[in-house]
């Protein structure tokens, strides 16, 4: 039986001018990764049913995580210095009860 995923990628920055134009946002780097890592991986089990891209610095709209199997979040230079307490962390920890992370 195969496995259809849903996976939301939350931009929480932007690459810098060099790489967004080599390699677009992050969102597009993920997506081409995730993708390239299953075709290799040669597991018949599982698919990518979809990949969204969220870019939460520009519009501060989330996925509701109910709806995904995953959420992948970029590097974010929105959460520095302390990345427990900025701004986005701050967002992440409202809409993502610690009782759906494993091992929590």
Known sequence: MTRALRIAVLECDTPIPP???RLGGYGDIFTRLLNQGLQSSNNSTIKIQEISRWHVVDNPVYPNPNEYDALLLSGS?????APQEGPLAKR???????STIPGS
């Open 19 to 21: 790489v967004k134009e």
């Open 77 to 81: 230079s929105m959460c520095l210095p």
């Open 92 to 98: 992440f920890k409202n809409m993502i009860p610690l």
